[in-house]
């Protein structure tokens, strides 16, 4: 029987995700990268893989889209040329003014592949390419479209206000939590809307029972226990920006370590498990949620050869959104799940919607 390779079942010629939707900060207490660490990252919107080097990890990023690539580069090339209020202004974080001309002074610094990709894209590059992402449009329109169905923008505004965990509780129970929300969240997160017009349908293919009851519940605890006022991706979605709220690689206080940070990262096009092999030993291992999309057998496959790349003491760091994944079985001899550690850590996660986070070590 043939491997279930997701490279053959969805699609990856467009970027999907302009930003990465995990949680840097968690991920960097997780891995501690630093100098002479060696960290395997999924590249997606290369923002992980940026904090792990500025941090002082040398990084391989890899990924099976050269969309995803094309977008990291972009963004490695605007961080080398870019001072902070110019890059968030360029990647459209912030309000910015002639980003074609930001873009043709900095694309000399880009891999022809990565050029020639953005030279297409002209009206992708003066929107800022931190929209330019299938699931940035899809939060858009739940942005534009639905959240006008149900609150104001002065309720909006009253969720992403600095309170109390009492007066988060309270304000989600009493104000925001109406049949109006509870009704469009579970049509327009529900799999086959999500499937449509957010994530590839194919990442659901192993998920059972109601996508959108999960995603509703660890939405109110976003709302309620997390402070809402200083997440990043809780922003993003109701405001179209990250306002006060960056994300660990774009914090100005690390800028200089960021810009340091870029010699130290590689891009490879490739499966995770093949480039694993081919650029070993690595002493920590960013994984996304790659093993949500696949069979047990494969995922068993993967795991196998990373851990064949792996340094003794080495941490692979993922997470789980819908469908529970962990150490096969077949490793239980050669890993030991830090359980412990991984539910503090999501428990303080501001990428709300997983619902584990999973941290393991190699004996």
């Known amino acids: 029987m043939s491997a279930d390779r997701i490279e053959s079942r969805a699609r990856f010629d467009y970027v999907r995700y302009a930003n990465v939707w995990e949680d840097g900060d968690v991920l960097c207490q997780a891995l501690q990268p630093g100098p002479g660490r060696r960290i395997l990252s999924i590249a997606s919107g290369g923002d992980n893989a940026f904090a792990l080097a500025a941090d002082g990890a040398n990084v391989v990023a890899v990924d099976l889209s050269p969309a995803q690539l094309a977008l990291c580069e972009l963004k490695r ?17 912030r309000e910015g003014t002639d980003r074609a001309a930001t873009y043709r002074a900095i694309a000399g610094q880009l891999p022809d592949d990565a050029r020639a990709f953005w030279d297409a894209r002209p009206d992708e590059i003066a929107r800022g390419i931190v929209h330019a992402g299938k699931f940035e449009r899809y939060f858009a329109t739940f942005r534009d479209r639905i959240v006008p169905l149900i609150h104001s923008r002065s309720v909006v505004r009253e969720l992403l206000a600095e309170k109390d965990r009492r007066a988060r509780a309270a304000f989600y129970g009493e104000i925001w939590d109406n049949w109006r929300w509870r009704l469009m969240f579970r049509l327009f997160f529900s799999r086959r809307v999500m499937g449509l017009m957010g994530r590839d349908p194919e990442f659901f293919r192993y998920v059972e029972g109601s996508v959108a009851e999960r995603i509703l519940k660890r939405t ?4 309620t226990v997390l402070p809402t006022h200083s997440n990043p991706y809780l922003n993003f979605i109701f ?13 100005s206080a ?4 960021l810009r340091a940070g870029m010699d130290r990262i590689t891009f490879v096009r490739g499966a995770v498990q093949d480039v ?7 002493d920590g291992f960013n994984l996304s949620d790659i093993f949500e999309y696949l069979d047990p057998p494969t995922c068993a496959a993967i795991y196998g050869s990373l ?7 080495a941490r692979l760091a993922y997470w789980n959104m819908l469908v ?5 079985d077949a490793a239980t001899d050669r890993v030991r799940s830090l359980t412990e550690r991984a539910d503090a850590l999501l428990a303080v996660d501001r990428a709300f919607f997983y619902s584990a986070f999973v941290l393991e070590e190699v004996k």
């Open 324 to 328: 529970p994944r962990r150490r096969p």
């Open 220 to 223: 109110e605890y976003a709302f």
């Open 239 to 251: 405001t179209g920006g990250f306002g006060a709220a960056l994300p660990r690689y774009l914090d």
């Open 307 to 313: 851990l064949d790349a792996a340094r003794p003491a």
């Open 254 to 257: 690390r800028y200089a370590q």
């Open 77 to 93: 090339a605007a961080i080398r040329v870019l001072d902070h209020a110019g890059l968030l202004a360029f990647i459209g974080v």
């Open 276 to 282: 694993a092999v081919s650029h070993a030993p690595f």
